[in-house]
């Protein structure tokens, strides 16, 4: 009943950006939470940032100062602006979604994933 999509992946040179994006759509009353996962060949997927509906936000200690996680609750969007990109960060990127019902009842709901590759 939710559908969560992400964009914004692809080839960037070290030093490089990218802003990736994500929409929520579907049977949404409320969305507690936002973030952005990432998983790279071989390794186990992990936080990369996240966002309360309040604007709180948590970064991974490996891209603290290069990302900024926000989000446009009219939109049922989040965004991930990635800056100063290393090989490491190289990784299948994933959006999560964390949505509440009438009954503050939560559900939670991955997107399919979008490639960023960081080459020179």
């Known amino acids: 009943q939710v559908q969560v999509e992400e964009s914004g992946g692809g080839l960037v040179h070290p030093g490089g950006s990218l802003r990736l994006s994500c929409a929520a759509s579907?049977?949404?009353?409320?969305?507690?939470?936002m973030a952005w996962y990432r998983q790279a060949p071989g390794e186990q997927r992990e936080l990369v940032a996240s966002?309360?509906?309040?604007?709180?936000?948590n970064y991974a200690e490996s891209v603290r100062g290069r990302c900024t996680i926000s989000r446009d609750n009219t939109k049922n969007a989040v965004y991930l602006q990635m800056t100063n990109l290393k090989r490491e960060d190289t990784a299948i990127y994933y959006c999560?979604?964390?949505?509440?019902?009438?009954?503050?009842?939560?559900?939670?709901?991955w997107g399919q994933g979008t490639q960023v590759t960081v080459s020179s």
């Open positions: 966002i309360r509906s309040g604007g709180s936000t």
């Open positions: 999560y979604v964390e949505v509440s019902n009438r009954a503050y009842r939560t559900y939670q709901y």
């Open positions: 579907g049977s949404i009353f409320s969305i507690p939470a």
